[in-house]
């Protein structure tokens, strides 16, 4: 019997040799695992928190959309802007921290540009020919707004040539399908977004839901057969909305995700409780005179600058949103999980 016993007693010895005296149970190493992976995302997180309150990131604040429409030698409106003066705009934006996303990546909350930095939507209404026109080789012709935005972002490197082009019919002064195609696509291959303006540019104010859908619809599904682009967000020619503002965002052609106007201050930030997607505003690019000494870009432009804690500022990465502790009221709940606050 004895022996038997000292027999068992060397089986579990064996046994204790073979598995390692020193080995833990399997659910001890996977709650020391977890506690490991806890510990580095919260340092993860710290350094995070570090370093958006180095750059002061305000992913919560205001982002200026600039409105523009024809880039022609002698303006005849205030609404069109010289190759000179848009030169000058492009420069005090790349000056002042700015860099350009789309409308679609605005909404989107898809705002991917480098810490410290400021994102600007630059939009072009109408789709003039003094915005894009091709010469024989498929090359942007000189001093039209896609030539001046590469010229610009080529003398600045790591400053993105991004716009928003919000098509009517007219379609960059081109009647012919083919030509009308390789300007869509054109722009498509060289990351500018292509937009809906309405197939005839009318005031969509007072107007029935089906005149309204069939305006955006229309210019929507040309778009789409020209192209293979839905377009994800509209500008409502004249900044009017239509009797019901859901009707410039859902119809049967399509599915917008943003609705711009062409309003007189700077947009909220698509995490903030103030953002409404049926209703964003615009800034018109233009200097300090007359009514633009208060509500036009120069003067917009201005204001963010002097009051930079308004301004949105970029923590450098997309997957979070990061601001002050004392924003956080402004915070819409549907951002929670981004949210970081320091």
């Not at 930095?117 to 000189?142: A, I, Y």
């Not at 060289?190 to 955006?216: A, C, M, Y």
């Not at 804690?309 to 956080?328: E, F, L, Q």
Request: aromatic fraction near 8%; hydrophobic fraction near 40%.
């Amino acid at each position: 019997m004895r022996l038997r016993i000292l027999g068992g007693v060397g089986l579990l010895a064996a046994a204790a040799i073979l598995t390692g005296c020193d080995s833990q149970p399997a659910t001890v190493k996977i709650a020391d695992t977890k506690a490991d992976s806890a510990a580095k995302l919260k340092a993860t997180k710290a350094a995070k928190v570090k370093a958006a309150a180095a750059v002061k990131a305000n992913e919560l604040g205001q982002i200026p959309v600039l409105m523009f429409h024809r880039i022609i030698p002698k303006p005849a409106t205030t609404d069109d802007r010289s190759p000179e003066q848009f030169r000058a705009d492009l420069e005090r934006l790349v000056k002042e921290d700015y860099v350009p996303v789309t409308a679609a990546e605005m909404v989107a909350g898809k705002i991917d540009i480098p810490a410290g930095k400021h994102p600007v939507v630059l939009t072009f209404d109408d789709s003039s020919p003094s915005q894009l026109t091709l010469n024989e080789m498929g090359v942007p012709q000189k001093d039209t707004a896609v030539a001046i935005l590469k010229e610009v972002a080529a003398k600045h490197p790591g400053w993105r040539p991004a716009a928003t082009f919000y098509v009517t019919r007219d379609m960059f002064g081109k009647t012919v399908r083919e030509e009308q195609a390789q300007a869509l696509i054109w722009l498509k291959d060289n990351g500018f977004e292509i937009g809906n303006h309405t197939r005839d540019h009318i005031n969509l104010r007072g107007r029935s839901q089906k005149e309204v859908e069939e305006q955006i619809g229309t210019i929507a599904k040309q778009i789409n057969s020209l192209s293979a682009i839905n377009p994800s967000t509209i500008a409502l020619p004249y900044g009017n909305q239509p009797s019901k503002k859901n009707w410039a965002l859902t119809g049967k052609l399509y599915n917008h995700k943003g609705v711009f106007l062409a309003g007189y201050t700077p947009a909220p930030a698509p995490f903030s409780k103030s953002f409404d997607a049926a209703g964003i505003p615009r800034i018109k690019a233009m200097e300090k005179k007359g009514d633009c000494a208060q509500f036009c870009s120069a003067a917009w432009l201005d204001w963010l600058k002097n009051n930079p804690d308004m301004r949105y500022t970029s923590d450098g990465d997309v997957r979070t949103v990061a601001y002050p502790k004392y924003k956080a009221p402004y915070l819409r709940k549907s951002f929670a999980t981004w949210s970081l606050a320091y």
